[in-house]
C-alpha cells in the first residue's frame, strides 16, 4: 500500500511540475520515487519512509539546484528604454513645452521630445542628450 501512495504521490508532484513548468516540485517527485523504491525493496514503516522522502528530496534539490541555476541563466535584454538613456540625438523638430512641439531623431528613428530642463526651448539642429525616456517621449537637455 505504501509504494502505490509514493507512486501517486510521485505522479501528483509531476503533474504539478507540468502545470508550473517553474521547477518547484520536480525534487519532491524526485524523492517520492525514491521513497517509492525503498518501499518496495525494504517495506520500512511510514515514519521512516517520511524521513527517506525528506532527505532524498532535500539532497537533490542540494546537489541539482546550483546547477540547474547556471542552466537556466537567462541573459537580460535591455528596453528602448535603457538603451536610448544617456545616448545622444538630433533635433529635427524644435522643442517647446508651452507649444508642445519637439522630435528628435536617435538611431535613425524619430521620438517625440521634451526639455528636461523645464521651460528651455532648444532649436532644431542642436545635439541633445537623453536622459529619461517616459513612454514614447524622450527627455533631452542640449549638449553642452
Do not use: C
Not at 75 to 102: F, M, Q, Y
Amino acid at each position: 500500500m505504501e509504494v502505490l501512495f509514493w507512486a501517486l504521490t510521485s505522479l501528483a508532484f509531476i503533474i504539478a511540475e507540468v502545470i508550473t513548468i517553474q521547477l518547484v516540485s520536480i525534487w519532491f517527485a524526485a524523492g517520492a520515487f525514491i521513497t517509492m523504491i525503498f518501499a518496495y525493496f525494504m517495506h520500512p514503516g511510514f515514519i521512516a519512509e517520511l524521513v527517506i522522502f525528506i532527505i532524498a528530496s532535500a539532497v537533490l534539490l542540494v546537489v541539482t539546484y546550483p546547477l540547474l541555476k547556471n542552466w537556466r541563466h537567462v541573459k537580460h535584454v535591455g528596453t528602448n528604454s535603457e538603451l536610448e538613456v544617456g545616448k545622444t540625438a538630433t533635433v529635427i523638430e524644435t522643442i517647446d513645452r508651452d507649444k508642445g512641439t519637439g522630435r528628435v531623431r536617435s538611431n535613425g528613428v524619430d521620438w517625440a521630445a521634451i526639455s528636461a530642463d523645464g521651460d528651455s526651448v532648444i532649436t532644431e539642429g542642436t545635439i541633445v542628450t537623453i536622459v529619461r525616456v517616459q513612454g514614447a517621449k524622450l527627455f533631452v537637455t542640449a549638449k553642452t
